[in-house]
């Protein structure tokens, strides 16, 4: 057996080799200065957001095991709070909002009034679903994030009135009711749209600009609703690629997350997550059937974000267990499994016992108590 010192002299030697030899060893240089790559897809959109702890612009190679960072002690807040941002969140996908509900996936605007009011006066804060996949979780400490996600831009999502303020019934309308009963509820939400947003023909643009300069995010949904499991390479970016271009021309902003249409995913996720000079996302969202682990988590995949369907407890049917209300009781009932910030979004927060748990990328971030 080799003297120990041996050992580790020919592990050094064997971890800069594939250092050198990684594919992605350059990848470090190409994400420190995204700003000075004009190509890069979502660059607009990444000058004009606060940088996220981990986000890999900021990030450079995973450090090598004899590099590990050592993990800091949390504040005192942290501890006070119970804060644990290794738990988990909801990520509620809601479809059409209507008065008359003609299909299991559809909410009045009065259920979705009582599913806010239930979250606000549960100590959640919304985020976008842009903010979770780049782990950028700005909550105030003790408070739990919440992503609320729309699904094919109908009119029950967002119209404006002949002044320019949104119609009271539509989901951003309930959104902004809630947010001024419930100070501290922000009212933020993510829509992913189609070919026409909204249905509101002329108006998109304007509608789409409104909704960003007000911190909603307008996310890709494909430009037909495509299934893109059906769909070859050329197919897929098709689909994304013109929605991506007409989303740009209205908004002024690239989108960062993608859903895709009946939760379906093409063969090969790479051809949804980026094409060079199109688009480029931070995150891919699925229709799931539970909450999504932290961004900060070693399970998280950002090319397969998790979703809850909004629905009560409908007993005959898997409402019962995997929908929104019945995960929501779940979390409250199990708040060691839910995320609680601990109000700096620079830094993770845990119970030392769950320091295995924290993704190797934002290791230098993490503290434990
Ligand atoms: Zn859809």
Redesign the pocket.
Known sequence: MPPLHKLAGVLIVLSVIVGLVAPDAGRGAETVAPAAAPAAPDAVDRSAAPRPPGTPAAREEPPRPSETPAIGAASAVARQVQANELGQIPVIMY?RIVAEPASSLDRTPQELREELTRLAREGYVPITAADLARGWIDVPAGRHPVVLTF??GTPGHFALDERGVPEPDTAVGVLLEVARRHPGFRPVATF?VNSDPFRMGDRAAEGLRWLVEHGFEVGN?TWS?ADLSTLDKAGVQREIGRLEERITAMSGRRSVTL?Y??GARPRRSSWARAKEGEYAFRGIFLAGWRPSASPFHVDFDADSIMRIQSAGKIPDNDCRRYCSAAWLDWLRDHPRERYVSDGDPGTVSFPAGRAGDLAVDYRRYGRAY
């Open positions: 479809h699904d094919d992913y949904h609703h859903a249409p009946f």
